[in-house]
């Protein structure tokens, strides 16, 4: 039988599950820093929650859900991203009671259909934030800065925090109506898609990634010239806070992201260390995706990163994080002293310490050798010769030196040893 793991899916192991897990505590950390609370919603939804917050022309509606019918007939589909199914939370739960502006964070799995390659899969992990419930240029300042921290924090140093502002419905009308217009005349450039996009949803002409539809809309008219004053006030402030803390961006009024639920601050950060799939986050303001859903005017905004991506990045540059599945002590006991190390095992894990043992009836000799392996920081020795004299050997693997010592001192060497090292772990 030859089964492998679908197209676009994939295993993520030993270092690279480090890593992600890595990430996420990195992450948590810094959520509950800035005063994000978790929230955790399903994997699959209602297909409508995607098509009428997403936007029924989007591409990823148009072709990367997975949908499926239930045995009840539903249609329903594996969530393509984390915004919407939050708003629908925050509605379903009435979460508007709340404190505003709500503040939560999620980790997740996303699926999309899309055409595998490296940075791309059809199911990957997000990190994100949604911050619902304030309309404050202050709040667009916290979650850009919450980005770039993190991303900063994990060691990615070449980040390029791309900015424009979507403005409000009424400068995407003027917008839209302009670069239908300008669309109008240059429709024999573009590919079948992008005609009909031209006509309904012209904004996701610069969705598209083919050729001649990148040539067409060079030259479009750009969002930054139909601001309206409240939209263009939002923009200042948002861009002099930024300046104020030292974030650096880059304006983008081309950046077009890919949903039709973004409203006033947009942001994406790319970083040149990967190829075609540069983006490692991005998200911004969505002030009517809560009203869409039949709620009250609530404005919102927040992003998600991709944790593959990340991870990608992070291995490109060659960033080493302090990882920390590192086995801290071995013990290795043999023959009749092993109930007894097993015992002294868990004593060390009652005492927060990283520890393991032999299973595979292994010698001595090929207990080392694992321990060498796992790259531990001591191994405790005990055969029935330490046995007889309630002792053990430990062998410090940095230095090689190798000491005995009463089994009734061990808890308390262990806790003396490896207190500092603890301690001086800084995220
Ligand atoms: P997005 O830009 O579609 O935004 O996705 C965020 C990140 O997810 C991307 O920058 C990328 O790192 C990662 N990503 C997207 N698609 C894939 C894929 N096929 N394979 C691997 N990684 C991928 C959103 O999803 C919005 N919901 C963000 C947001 C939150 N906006 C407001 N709030």
Known sequence: MNIKAPRGTSDILFDKADMKQFIEKTAVILFEQFGYHPIITPTFEHTELFQRGIGESTDIVQKEMYTFKDKGGRSLTLRPEGTAPVVRAYLENGLASKSLPLKLYYCGQMFRYERPQAGRYREFWQLGVEAIGSRDAFIDAEVILLLVTLLKKLGLKDLELHLN????????????????????NKTEHLCDDCKRRARVNPLRVFDCKVRGCQAAIKNAPLISNFWCEDCSNHFETVKGLLDDMGVSYILNPALVRGFDYYTKTTFEVRTQSLGAQNALGGGGRYDGLVEEFGGLSTPAIGWAIGTERVVMAIEELGVKLPLNSHIDVFVAAIDEAR??????????????????MDYAGRSLKGQMKLSNKLNVSYVIIMGPEELRKNTCLIRNMDTGEQSEMQISDITRWAKDTFKVR???FDV
């Open 165 to 184: 502002s979507m403005g409000c419905p009424e400068c995407r009308k003027s917008f839209s109506e302009s670069l239908k217009g300008y669309l109008a």
């Open 339 to 356: 109930k007894k190390g097993f015992n002294l095992l868990n004593n060390l894990r009652k005492h927060g310490i990283s520890a393991d």
């Open 422 to 424: 603890k301690a001086g």
